[in-house]
């Protein structure tokens, strides 16, 4: 859309929820009296600030909190993944919100799938939105076809994945990073080349992953990997382009802001902050100004691949955060220094020490043809310390553990 049209669209959305969620919501009425605003005050996107925030902890209340319609409206619940610990979130979805107004991202430069693609699904379709909401948009909102593969239940196990993929030969996949690798090694196993697939794209999401990380699964998959990002509160937040240069938001979808995690006040331009979204075509079940609990930073300059939506660089979790001697570091971080290093498998987990007079304890996998000499953990944990400024200890392991669901790259000792 050109600008004044795209404008003029969010605009005309958000009075909308705002005024929906007001007059059919008490848990929204009351936050808006609180917060003295009315729904006459949101003229504009300009306004957004003014209504209040909404955080994980008011939606575990209530399975029910955000409902604007009867009961018997909705048409489909799913529920959190619990990563995040604490009660379960659900997220209610009427027919309307979950097909007719959200059906697809119709973003064709960032999603190029269409008839013709088959797709590998292979995230969790279990209790979450991952699996279901891939499906959907490739299937109902792109005319491809699709494989609903799943991701670590009682079927999607790696070796029938695999066979399947031999007998079908997708041209796309979606699944999460850690499935990646595990489906890989059990394509190795049975002497399946995967570059044999000639994959036209692989989309990676439900997981934090380091450009590092990607890179590794580009080479072993032999296909460009770009990042998805999104939430089961909110739906999708960032598509990233062929570029690999941050998310580009999907403002037909979402407004979002970057505010001060610690105040909530909005961010200056440029500066990092907490991300919060506003959904635009969620009318039943109103997600407004969310605390996603993920840390960013938005960035207004043109994009090579010619989107003209704004990109985000995601900069971890706030809670996922590690702080030590001092230091606030993300995760993801301390993965892409570590999987530089080409002696470094794919499997790995970071120990958090219990003080800071103590290392950060890396235990890990080698490489593929890595050679164990004596010294060597040494030598990559000296290596660490260089490129970070902090003490660690490497332990080289035979083999690590295989998740089947969200990789735990961080414990705490």
């Not at 800071?356 to 235990?363: A, G």
């Amino acid at each position: 859309m050109p600008a004044d049209v795209l404008e003029a669209f969010q605009s005309e959305s958000l009075r909308a929820i705002a005024r929906r969620a007001y007059e059919k919501s008490s848990f929204y009425q009351a936050k808006m009296d609180q917060a003295v605003v009315m729904p006459v005050d949101i003229k504009s996107t300009a306004d957004l600030s003014r209504l209040p925030l909404l955080s994980k902890d008011e939606l575990r209340q209530d399975p029910y909190l955000l409902l604007t319609c009867a009961r018997e409206d909705i048409a489909l619940i799913q529920v959190s993944t619990g990563t995040t610990g604490g009660q379960e979130v659900y997220q209610m979805s009427t027919w309307s919100d979950y097909i007719l107004h959200d059906l697809a991202p119709r973003y064709p430069k960032l999603f190029p799938v269409g008839p013709g693609d088959i797709c590998m699904n292979a995230l969790p379709y279990e209790m979450s939105t991952a699996g279901l909401s891939f499906h959907k948009t490739f299937m109902e909102g792109y005319q491809a076809t699709v494989i609903p593969a799943g991701k670590g239940g009682a079927y999607s196990t790696p070796s029938k994945t695999i066979k399947v993929m031999k007998d079908l030969r997708p041209t796309v996949i979606v699944t999460s990073p850690s499935w990646a690798i595990t489906l890989a090694e059990e394509a190795e196993r049975v002497s399946l080349d995967l570059s044999t697939l000639n994959l036209k794209k692989i989309w990676l999401t439900g997981e934090g992953c380091s450009p590092a990380f990607r890179k590794r699964v580009e080479q072993i998959w032999g296909a460009q990997a770009s990042f998805f990002y999104g939430s089961l509160e909110c739906g999708v937040l960032g598509i990233e382009c062929d570029e690999h240069n941050g998310y580009h938001v999907p403002q037909a979808h979402v407004l979002m802001e970057l505010v001060d995690p610690a105040t909530g006040l909005v961010a200056a331009p440029g500066d990092p902050g907490e991300i919060v979204v506003t959904s635009l075509l969620r009318y039943d079940s109103p997600v407004i100004r969310f605390r996603t609990g993920d840390l960013g930073v938005l960035d207004l300059s043109p994009c090579g691949c010619g989107a003209r939506m704004p990109r985000f660089f995601l900069r971890g979790r706030a809670f996922d955060q590690i702080r030590f001697r001092g230091r606030a570091l993300s995760p993801i971080y301390l993965e892409e220094h570590l999987l530089r290093m080409p002696e470094v498998g794919n499997w790995f987990e970071m120990v958090m020490p219990v003080c800071d007079e103590s290392s950060i304890k890396v235990r890990c996998e080698l490489a593929r043809g890595a050679k164990h000499r004596p010294g060597l953990a040494e030598v990559l944990a000296g290596k660490m310390e260089t490129a970070t400024g902090l003490p660690f200890e490497l332990e080289i392991v035979e083999q690590m553990p295989r998740p089947t669901v969200k990789a735990a790259r961080v414990v705490r000792n």
